[in-house]
C-alpha cells in the first residue's frame, strides 16, 4: 500500500496493491513505448481508495515519447466501471526517466481534462511513472482546476498514528 496526503492535509489517497500491481508492470524499461490509462476509487469518510489502474487499450496511440488515450474508450470503461461501484478518479501514464515530472503538456492536459470531467471529488488524481522503484519512481498530483499540486508520501510513522486516531 502506498499513500499520499491530499492538499488539505487531512484526508488521504490509497494505492490498493492490486493497483500498485498493474502500474509497476507499466513502468517504462528498455523500449518500451509510453503507457497509459485510467485510476478508479472508492470513497471513505473523504479518503480515496485507488483500487484498480486500467491498462492500455488497443486504440491508444502508444510511443518512446508520447501517449494518446482514445477518449471513446476512456469514457465507456468509466461507465463499465461505474456498473462495478468504482469512480473514475484520474489517469496515469509513463515517462522513460527515473524520477518522472509533468511535462508542460501533463499540466495543460491535466487542466483541460479536469475541466471537462465529471467528477466525483473536486479534484483530479494524476499518476506519471518513472523507470525507478516507488516511490521515487512515481508523481502522484492532484489538479485542481488552476494547479497540478504534487501530493507527499505518507510516512509509516504517521500511517500508524493514524490508524490509531
Ligand atoms: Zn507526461
Not at 503507457?35 to 488497443?58: E, H, I, W, Y
Request: charged share 20%; glycine share 8%.
Amino acid at each position: 500500500m502506498l499513500s499520499y496526503w491530499l492538499p488539505d492535509r487531512v484526508h488521504q489517497v490509497h494505492f490498493t496493491p492490486e493497483a500498485l500491481h498493474t502500474l509497476t508492470a507499466f513502468q517504462q524499461v528498455s523500449n518500451d513505448p509510453e503507457a497509459g490509462g485510467q485510476l478508479f476509487a472508492r470513497f471513505c469518510n473523504g479518503n480515496a481508495m485507488v483500487m484498480k489502474a486500467t491498462s492500455p487499450k488497443a486504440a491508444d496511440r502508444r510511443s518512446k515519447f508520447g501517449f494518446r488515450q482514445n477518449k471513446t474508450a476512456a469514457q465507456a470503461e468509466i461507465l463499465e466501471e461505474y456498473e462495478n461501484g468504482l469512480h473514475f478518479i484520474g489517469d496515469w501514464h509513463s515517462h522513460p526517466e527515473p524520477t518522472p515530472h509533468p511535462s508542460g503538456l501533463d499540466r495543460a492536459s491535466s487542466r483541460s481534462v479536469f475541466k471537462k470531467s465529471k467528477k466525483d471529488i473536486g479534484a483530479f488524481l494524476v499518476v506519471i511513472l518513472g523507470t525507478s522503484p516507488f516511490p521515487s519512481g512515481i508523481f502522484v498530483g492532484m489538479e485542481d482546476g488552476d494547479k497540478l499540486v504534487e501530493l507527499t508520501p505518507v510516512t509509516r510513522q504517521q500511517h500508524d498514528s493514524y490508524l490509531i486516531t
